[in-house]
């Protein structure tokens, strides 16, 4: 089945090519030798797995999230927020009213882009990695997630869907059991806390 045999993929670094061709062969396509390829399922594949990608990322995992990361204003007092960041929530000062706009951090508080009062902001961050940057335990369940989902969407069987839900969650189970060790988590859900 498809989870044993992404197990044995896994044991190499997992390429996004070789997701690629994991979710094209999940619904009978040939693989192709190059992601560049113009097949229209390709196009497809890549954009599902893009999503799945971003989706996956957004619920943030020790090896995408960074607590109280420093944020400094450039020259002109504005700070700009990365465009790998997917989500953020800031942590110091507090007496700031922060959204993006533009991409940059915006004060409601005060109506300005201009930060040049202080050194910097603190906010904990979930960063968007590329694929091949992304732990094999987390690539494995983003792989059959996006192949489910690519599945559904070109051939519409629900029949697929169910046969590939055990798999995903099996997948899933290995991502959060990868995160649990990576984290140190204990039993109140604090990495590191004695």
């Keep these: 089945d498809l989870y044993h045999f992404l197990s044995k993929l896994m044991a190499q670094r997992t390429t996004e090519l070789d997701a690629l061709n994991v979710m094209l062969t999940n619904i009978g396509q040939q693989p192709v030798v190059n992601i560049n390829n113009t097949n229209p399922q390709v196009a497809l594949a890549k954009t599902v797995l893009k999503q799945v990608i971003s989706d996956v990322l957004t619920e943030g995992w020790t090896f995408n999230r960074e607590l109280n990361y420093p944020l400094i204003p450039d020259s002109s007092g504005e700070i700009k927020l990365p465009e790998n960041v997917v989500s953020w929530d800031t942590t110091w000062p507090s007496q700031y009213d922060i959204v993006i706009r533009g991409g940059k951090m915006y004060d409601k508080a005060r109506h300005s882009y201009d930060f040049s009062a202080i050194d910097k902001i603190e906010v904990d961050i979930t960063w968007l990695f590329d694929f091949e940057d992304i732990p094999n335990a987390i690539k494995n369940y983003i792989t059959i997630r996006a192949s489910n989902l690519f599945a559904m969407r070109t051939t519409g069987s629900v029949e697929i869907a169910k046969?590939?839900?055990?798999?995903?969650?099996?997948?899933?189970?290995?991502?959060?059991?990868?995160?649990?060790?990576?984290?140190?988590w204990n039993i109140f859900m604090n990495p590191d806390s004695t």
């Design 163 to 184: 046969y590939g839900m055990k798999e995903e969650e099996q997948a899933r189970a290995s991502a959060l059991d990868y995160e649990t060790q990576q984290g140190d």
